[in-house]
């Protein structure tokens, strides 16, 4: 498990990099709606209060599936940004020409195993195979990209027949996450951040898998799209790749895109 100490120490450590620069930023006034994949709400919160303090714009969030989101979307929904657990749905808004560019890779999640009881195995694949866990639960691989990931895991380890009868599928990350904490399942996969989340940083056990999923940010393009609305919107998005956000991320479990917008 990540130590608590190591977390407040790194996050200490971030803050007093980005510290110095803090007081030298322009205030601005105004709101944004980010459409925000389940599984990064809890990061993006702390994210997006830093943001609110430093550039005095209020910043609201919506949370689904980053399938949903994306078909909202599509079908107009009036969000100013689209962040989501995979780039497979901002490419398709974006090839929709309802972005003003391709998605940018700004942070990587992991993919993790949790277990309401010890883990005896050597690895994920170990314990699955040893039929420890009644129930597990993973998110809608239709809609949920670490569903998607979680599903391609077990194929590409030849587990999916062994587990499939005892999938229990949420709708997101999220609602994975309330299975575990309720112990509605014996397992589940998730993501990397809900080690941090307060509620289940002390529930069960768990192993990070070696699967690594790019996340891409996107600015949608609205009808009635004001330069001033817009300028908010890169603002935003210039500090989703500071540091101060990095740090966040990588407080959550998150790694370093591969490459700086």
Not at 9 to 38: F, I, Q
Not at 68 to 82: K, R, S
Not at 122 to 135: P, R
Not at 217 to 236: K, P, S, T
């Amino acid at each position: 498990m990540i130590s608590i100490h190591r977390i407040n120490l790194a996050l200490l450590a971030c803050l007093l990099l980005v510290g110095s620069y803090l007081g030298s930023v322009p205030k601005h006034s105004g709101k944004l709606t980010v459409a925000v994949a389940s599984s990064l709400k809890v990061p993006l919160e702390e994210v997006t209060a830093a943001f609110e303090d430093q550039y005095e714009i209020d910043v609201e969030l919506i949370s689904a599936s980053s399938g949903v989101l994306a078909t909202q979307i599509l079908h107009g929904a009036p969000y100013d940004l689209f962040l989501s657990a995979d780039l497979q749905y901002p490419q398709k808004v974006f090839e929709q020409g309802k972005t003003f560019f391709e998605p940018q890779i700004f942070t990587l999640g992991s993919l993790v195993f949790w277990s309401n009881t010890p883990l005896l195995g050597k690895s994920a694949e170990d314990i699955l195979q040893k039929n420890q866990q009644q129930n597990i639960a993973i998110a809608n691989p239709k809609f949920a990209p670490f569903g998607k990931a979680a599903k391609q895991w077990l194929k590409e380890n030849e587990l999916y027949q062994h587990v499939q009868e005892r999938l229990v599928f949420g709708e997101n990350v999220t609602q994975v996450n309330q299975f575990i904490f309720s112990d509605q399942v014996s397992a589940a996969f998730s993501s990397s951040s809900a080690i941090d989340m307060t509620q289940l940083r002390e529930k069960g056990h768990w192993k990070v898998l070696p699967l690594k999923i790019p996340h891409g940010a996107v600015i949608i393009q609205q009808e009635d799209n004001q330069d001033r609305q817009i300028h908010r919107a890169e603002l935003f998005m210039d500090y989703l790749f500071g540091k101060r956000a990095q740090c966040v991320f990588q407080q959550f479990g998150y790694k370093n895109p591969p490459k700086k917008y």
